[in-house]
């Protein structure tokens, strides 16, 4: 038997304790290696587990011990509670997002099955939108009329083909295409690689992230959170200058006028010129003109990361640079314009005409129980003031009373912004189960703890990024310990409620695999394509499909006819409110680490330290300001929390920006985190009305040197003290 993994870094052989790359990866990751420490990590959960004061009614989850209980009592355990909160206060008392990104898989994704699971039994609270996108997601069909987040990107090719000038706009896509809701095929490498060769490329970024290194090219560093006031201005420029597309604007935008009597000053006497931007953002006048008359006078593409939409007013962000796309009137020629799904998740590759897989979803039969909805990152505001309301998009939404919380494949902490605000929230909660390979954080912090069966421990199926490869996951190694798949530990909660049918047809994995696969067998041979066997196809662990064709080459905004630059009665107007006025002096910018997936891998032996700390990265003149070098113990704080970094001192990263990366575990010490969970300083606050979503990256801290001792040991990678039970 080949022991091929499919996962989110990536495919990969794991034979005889070494790691070899899936031949049809174009560019594979080093985050394949991480497999060997980290499927026997001694950080696995070993058996099912409850909080030892859960069994009290204590609900102080903080630095508690844990009884090792037998999967039936786990099951039973866990059927009770949700029992008696179903009957005593209905769905809306049952959280189960179960955010997102642990496992793979159409069958057994530890996600998916959650939802299913609680929509078979009854319903429960889910959230609208994501982390990720959460404010593009629910402002962009006001500015485009239709989803236009995650569909299909422009083709890379087609950038390649007709752009001249593509700008990278707080976007690090050879870090955040490293991994992939599907298998990641890696071939956007090869594109950018010609697109740095080829074309003029300009970075826009608070730092020269790791892509604009790797691509050799410029980068603008402004000052954080001042994206929209650079647009802004280059706006008010091409306009006073004459120089902007009128007949795109007159043709296919609706609201300029509004939003350039803003620019203009007419309303509140600003110009919002290039010097107006100048100070603010700390690019000078000259940049931001030659950058504009740039994208304006070339064929050009402006390629907009996610960050900048994770912050105050991130619909407007997005919406100040799509403004600019307008003016310069690229939008809707072949290749050029804008596009948001470039920057992440190795989109743009090659498109033939695929079929796609059937997850168990669409393969047994949605399943819809009685929800209930809040946005997405709102969780601790809903548990902190239950009844109260908030808004999405154009609904108001009140918030329900929640008492359990299930979990899979998300870890709160690293998600949520506010660490300390979570501690408190979640403790509001009777009861948290929790289903996790890894003794996390959260895990550490729930009352029923289970293990799961990572990849190489179950069965399951996949596909690659580009659709044309088909994975067959399963087991090549026993499952750790007494560990079991999600899917088993979903059918045997809803065997509890004599519900199993309904969950899964009383399949089991391999049979639900089988059938993804023949499903999608059959819809090829329609196409004249022949597949192989199901026998073969798990023998050889993949099936490459032949003979597909390309599709037509794709510019996502061809056929646009009118682009309204007004979201929900608003214009892009900048704004210093709340974080932005903050009394701390340094903005902290949390982006996606080239070393993690979130808090995932962490806890490998491609961890990144520095003096054996989560890296905090800092100007040169800052470090010299405040006495600090590399190496040095360093203490970043604001109201929120506060936390210990090893400091990497560079130069080219904005003087008044630091850098540490999403997704450190949480190892609380009193207030202090003394691993660097970015977290416990990111502020919660809502990006604006229309999403409500989460702004992780406006942030503003302080730091110091460290004066105190570290003489306490970083036992985040420990297991909590677990009493053993005779199983
Ligand atoms: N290796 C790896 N890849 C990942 C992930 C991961 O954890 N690890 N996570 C995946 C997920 S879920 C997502 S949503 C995406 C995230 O994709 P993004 O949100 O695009 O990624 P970030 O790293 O948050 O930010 C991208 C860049 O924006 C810069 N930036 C931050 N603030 C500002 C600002 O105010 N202005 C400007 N101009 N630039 C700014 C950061 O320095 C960074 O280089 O990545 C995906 N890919
Ligand atoms: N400060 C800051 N915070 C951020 C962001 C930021 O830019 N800055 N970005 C945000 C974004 S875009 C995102 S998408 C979120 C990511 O937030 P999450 O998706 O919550 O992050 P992960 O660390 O990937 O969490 C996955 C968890 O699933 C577990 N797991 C792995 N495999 C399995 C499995 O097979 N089954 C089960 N049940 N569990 C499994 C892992 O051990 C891990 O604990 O973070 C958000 N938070
Ligand atoms: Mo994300």
Redesign the pocket.
Known sequence: MKKLIASRVGAFYYENNKITPFEYDEAPTELIQNYKSRINHSSRIKNPCVRKGFLNGDKNRFNDEFVEISWDEAFDLIAKNLKHYYEKYGSSSIYAES??????GKIG??RMLIHRLINTLGGGVFELG???TGSAIAAMPYVFGTPTVYERATDFKEIIRNAKVVVFWGANPFVTSKIAHDIPMHEHEKYLKEIAKSKEVIFIDVRVNESAKAMNAKTLIPNSNSDMAMAIAMCNYLYVNNLYDKEFIANHTTGFDEFRDYFLGKVDGINKDLAWASDICGISEVELKNLALKLKNNPSNILLG??IQ?QLNGEFNYLAIICLACMCGHISKDGLGIEFNLSSGCKGESAKNTESLKNINSLLGEIKGQNHYIPSSRLNECLLNPNSTTTYKDELIKYPDIKLMIN?????F????DSNESLKALNKLDCIIT????W?S?AKFSDIVLP????GERYDIEQSTNKEILFALKPIKEPFYNALS?FTICKEIAKRFNKSYEFCKDLDELELVKMAYLDIAKRYEAKGICLSSFDEFLERGYEKVQGLSELEPYTRFKNISKINLIIKGKIAKYEIKDELASKYPLFLI???SPYR????LHNSDIRDSENNLEPVYLHTDLAKQKGIKTGDIIRVFNDRGELLAGARVIDDINPKSILIF??AWWDKCDNMCINGN??VL?CANPSSSVSNS?T??TCKVDLEKFQGNLNQEIRVFKEPKIIKKPL
């Open positions: 955010y997102e990104w642990g496992g793979v994704w530890g994501d982390y990720s996610r960050s994770r899979a494949c998300g870890a709160y690293t998600h949520q912004p289903l996790e390979p890894f996390t959260l799961v069966a990572i990849e999600d949390s982006a996606h997936l979130h808090s995932q999403q997704g970015v977290n990111t989460n992780a990256h």
